[in-house]
């Protein structure tokens, strides 16, 4: 038996709601809708999905999708055992089964076998075929299926086939505004709004400079490391230049331009 | 034994009929005739199948093709037990063993290895030779394969082999006149006829745009996700962006146009 | 044992002389010259092959290539068992092996190591290895291979290589003239001979249109599709349709001077 | 134990000599030099081969080099048994075991690990590592490896490693004279030298053609093809059309301009 | 169980800091913060991790990464045995269960699924799911994630997802100072401070050329190489060649220019 | 165990220095420092690493690398047995265990992974991490690593990473002295050194052909195979076209100015 308690998630995920993302998604579940988040790298859609798993009190399976997964990956294979093969159910099976979110994240990346297991789970049918154990799951009741989609950096070998991105709704994501962005920080680093409001102002030069010389903006996340670094006693400057600036661009003129901020603001 | 009574379709599919292609169907399955299925995204090729096969009485067993597809994914392959191989059927020689209508969606997804195996199906023969078992099956005479084809999205690599075109009578599927699509989606969704016919105006829009930026119009199913969730108590403006407009598109400008309607009809 | 009698051809295949193929065919056989039968799809081409079988009163296997297929697949591979391995001989093992006609079907579309493997088989040695059991097989003295090939649709990217090809003796294969074909379509289907003309009227407008907007002409077997569908009370302009033209072509152009033709000949 | 007697050629080869070739391949085997053969296809460089392994009384082993052949399939691989793995020898370990002249025919087909594996049977290491058993099989004194070429299509893509070519001796080959073709098809087949000196003039047409049209001339088995079919009561200009007309070509201007040697040969 | 003392760093390795990278370490690895190190081949990076393990006292487990390394290669595998399969935990998941710092050097290199894996272990989360085994490893306190990365020849195709690097904090690497670099290689070759001194003036000649002929200048470790030839009495040009220039370049004039720096420091 | 003494090199092998390369490797061995040879195809490097290992008296490995080698066929696989797995090291594995000198001859054409598993190898920790085993494999103090190199005919696509290269002192190796080879030629083929020098000559046209025309020399080596047909009785003239320049080119300018260089020597 699968241990449902493992993808429970048990203490509250630190969101605040920026529109009426939480309405439309809890209207999504209520009709068992698939649902499609859309937005740029590091903005909070994993956190969003991983909150409505706790309000809705329901288990979540997370997928990171890459180029190199294959259908297998997500339904399930047959291991060798000391008496002959054993299936192992794959974690969308399991979803399926135990009635799970079941959240594929950058499903781009996989190859299509991939994301064409996932038809008959989001139209009336909600059955997942296991061919190879000549099953057919039907889903629980409570079982959603969630994928996240960068538009940002689609690249055009990559894209959902029409006849999948036909079966989600689609939601769009993008980084908070600049007041709560800073409370986010405050709240997850433990530091004071001050400095918390400090990170922000860089990362929105930062942001500002998408597509004119960096190919994303900076993640709350990383405005989070730099909060830690400062409080484990780095300078400001340096810890932002750590945290903000390196693992984002090689590019001499950029580095330039964010170190120029930086000191702007902690100057 | 395979279990029949699972791919029974047991509860009567809506489905309306916009011209003669039940009867061309009976006729082609009175003689047994291999039927390819032409079509864009989500205009109801595959829910007629599945009323067909209601009609019919006989149990249909639909396959969702894609590109890592290899024959043995359809025919069969031999799994390791304690007492050694064991061979297990693959849908189509399911299909072909219990009499079944096999439905190939999207065929030309699929490797070659995949679409040459139905060829000794597909004509006088009606046998599928499982090579690696070193067995013959004959089709049962209930037995009739189904593929579905879209020819708008055809790419330049993907194309079926001439061999293999020339064993099917084609039969062209297109959306449901207005009137019918709206009553479709009011008994989908159980709303009103009046909600339905504002939203089937917002999907002739954007099928007008196929080709103007879009490459797919709106399928009916995604008419009855914004019904869905206005049934669920989001407002229908709200409700159409997220289950008609975001997922089938991130151009600005078409996304503005589809708005626009949206406002228009929901004004 | 291999049961030889599932490969027999029991009952005469309809099959009516162009020209002197037959005579051909049996001097061929009488010195075991391998065959090439070259022609477009659809012209009878493997019928003729079934046919020879019949006549000779020899076992007739066929194998549709295709490209993933692999040598393995003619010649045969290791099956793990409760005993360990056991070898399974694959479709061309057993046809050297019980003396059939082995017709390999397109067979440029398989890899090269596939088209390779039959060269000790097509020369003086008539024998084929099986590296991977350690077994020389010597061709049993009926055997015969026979190999087809589309001289329309050869690729760029795939060809015999001139070391294969200069193994076979070559028969060119075209359409049968009109009269014949409205024969063998009256036959096939049970129609009279005045329906199975106007079919093969439609039939040769659409073979004049290949190379000029159609990859490959119509098929009898298509023509036949035609008839049965009205055999089973569709009315001939649709059934035309649904036979003749929807199957080849998404052309628009191409479909209205197909159902002009149509028309013109059931007006 | 490998039986070798079937590997002996037994029946002396019809060969006739058209050089010294005979001499310098006894003088290379007598150094156990690895010997490369160079030529079009079918000029005999395998019958010379043969004939030289009859002659020398030394079993010879023989594998046509195709581009999805492996290392593995050279020099052997591990196969499941009852008892765990039992280790299978390939070809060129049982030819370097038994003292064999081992034949890779068209080496360059072959991948960069089957070419590579040759290197230390091919110097004074004379010895062949099975990496994969942690055996080092020292080659029979009697062992002599000889790979051909055909330098007349050999792909851009492919080409033997310098490393490997400055491993051997290299003989040119070339189809045999008028008068002495002549002499081996009429021995081959059984007919007079008139017939067979007719077959080998439409021959030398076909040659001529090389490079002007046609990839390669026609082989001396196709014409012994021929003078197959004209024995079995086929006419001569149908028998030459079948034989050396219609495998080598689709080109319909080639085939007029062989088709009228056919006939000026015959008429 | 795994023997933890394998992976500890028992000897101080020699480092001497060149700036605030240790105090900026030993904060990331504080709030356990992933870290990546960027700089050119050879500046010492590998070298640091070490130093910073031996100085926190934790172990460190090392993969190179590399274009053919698979997900499975870092987190394991069911390899057969007597008993049926069994899992064997590969070096990130050893390093997540001891609390290991896991380097990944080159981590580019590798293919996507091998990145991906990752992401769990670097967010809030600290989490590594064994898909194929069903378990959901949480990460030992201690464990650390560090990648390198050399931002000098990401070629056009490789290249880390944004969504990985924004997971990490960035430190840059470069060259140790004359000084500093002159002591080292005195220290790890034994040699004198004079002929330390030497060595790197050529080293820096070498640097001068990056992006001008040579790819990379000339590592630490070559130079240590030169030290430790002179040292078994080979002549200092002599030896410089053999160790600095030889193995980083085949250019004709890169080569002289190098040499006559040899012969100038040396003559 | 392994068989140590099928690795020794038991007879001297004959090499005559060429300058202070015996003193140079010499001088790395007392290190351990990894060694790259450099040089044209058959100039002698691996004769030279022969004799240096059999001058050193420590056992050789030799493997010669090849585009579809693995890092399992350096580092060792499991292997199915009747008791289940076994592990079985390759050929780098047992080098490091018994403390050889493991030979990597053209080690460029490798996969990447292939090179990758050097790199523990040849730094400061001189270990192997045999990830699949769980096992760390610390060198034998003799054991050296040496690889060749041959900058001849790099492809773009194939270079050794820097972060290879710079963990190698580099020895550049090129044909020997026309005296020195001919006294080789002499000693190896057991002829006057007479006929040597003659030999020698035709060898240094070719040589100065390399760029022009041919792609690289002839190797010393095919002058010995000269020298042996000479031996068996076959004329020189013959001799040298079969064994000097048959091998190397197919192209007629190149082979008439050798065939007019073997004339002049021999005429």
Same mark, same amino acid.
């Given at each position: 038996?699968?241990?449902?308690?493992? =993808? $429970?998630?048990?203490?509250? &995920?630190?969101?605040?709601?920026?529109?009426?993302?939480?309405?439309?998604?809890?209207?999504?579940?209520?009709?068992?809708? &698939? *649902?499609?988040?859309?937005?740029?790298?590091?903005?909070?859609?994993?956190?969003?999905?991983?909150?409505? @798993?706790?309000?809705?009190?329901?288990?979540?399976?997370?997928?990171?999708?890459?180029?190199?997964?294959?259908?297998?990956?997500?339904?399930?294979?047959?291991?060798?055992?000391?008496?002959?093969?054993?299936?192992?159910?794959?974690?969308? #099976? *399991?979803?399926?089964?135990?009635? @799970?979110?079941? =959240?594929?994240?950058?499903?781009?990346?996989?190859?299509?076998?991939? /994301?064409?297991?996932?038809?008959?789970? /989001?139209?009336?049918?909600? #059955?997942? &075929?296991?061919?190879? $154990?000549?099953?057919?799951?039907?889903?629980?009741?409570?079982?959603? !299926? *969630?994928?996240?989609?960068?538009?940002? =950096?689609?690249?055009?070998?990559?894209?959902?086939?029409?006849?999948? $991105?036909?079966?989600?709704?689609?939601?769009?994501?993008? =980084?908070?505004?600049?007041?709560?962005?800073?409370?986010?920080?405050?709240?997850?680093?433990?530091?004071?709004?001050?400095?918390?409001?400090?990170? *922000?102002?860089?990362?929105? /030069?930062?942001?500002?400079?998408?597509?004119?010389?960096?190919?994303?903006?900076?993640?709350?996340?990383?405005?989070?490391?730099?909060?830690?670094?400062?409080?484990?006693?780095?300078? @400001?400057?340096?810890?932002?230049? /750590?945290? !903000? %600036?390196? &693992?984002?661009?090689?590019?001499?003129?950029?580095?330039?331009?964010?170190?120029?901020? %930086?000191?702007?603001?902690?100057?």
């Amino acid at each position: 038996m699968t241990n449902i308690e493992q =993808y $429970k998630v048990n203490v509250e &995920p630190f969101y605040q709601s920026q529109g009426d993302e939480i309405a439309i998604y809890e209207a999504a579940y209520a009709s068992r809708l &698939p *649902v499609m988040i859309k937005g740029p790298t590091g903005c909070g859609k994993s956190r969003f999905i991983e909150y409505m @798993a706790w309000k809705l009190g329901k288990p979540l399976i997370t997928v990171a999708c890459n180029e190199d997964m294959t259908a297998s990956d997500l339904i399930g294979r047959y291991l060798l055992d000391a008496n002959g093969t054993r299936w192992l159910d794959g974690p969308l #099976t *399991v979803a399926a089964r135990i009635g @799970a979110i079941c =959240y594929l994240d950058e499903v781009v990346e996989a190859r299509q076998d991939t /994301t064409v297991v996932i038809h008959p789970l /989001t139209d009336h049918r909600r #059955t997942l &075929p296991l061919d190879k $154990k000549g099953e057919m799951v039907s889903a629980h009741e409570n079982f959603q !299926l *969630v994928i996240s989609y960068n538009p940002g =950096y689609q690249s055009l070998m990559k894209d959902l086939k029409q006849s999948t $991105k036909q079966r989600f709704v689609g939601m769009d994501f993008d =980084y908070p505004s600049a007041q709560l962005e800073a409370s986010i920080i405050s709240k997850e680093a433990g530091c004071d709004m001050e400095l918390a409001s400090k990170l *922000v102002k860089i990362g929105i /030069t930062a942001r500002n400079l998408k597509g004119h010389g960096l190919e994303e903006g900076i993640s709350t996340r990383l405005m989070v490391y730099a909060a830690d670094l400062i409080k484990q006693g780095i300078a @400001a400057p340096s810890a932002c230049r /750590t945290a !903000l %600036v390196r &693992p984002i661009t090689d590019d001499i003129d950029i580095r330039a331009t964010l170190d120029h901020a %930086v000191d702007q603001v902690f100057g």
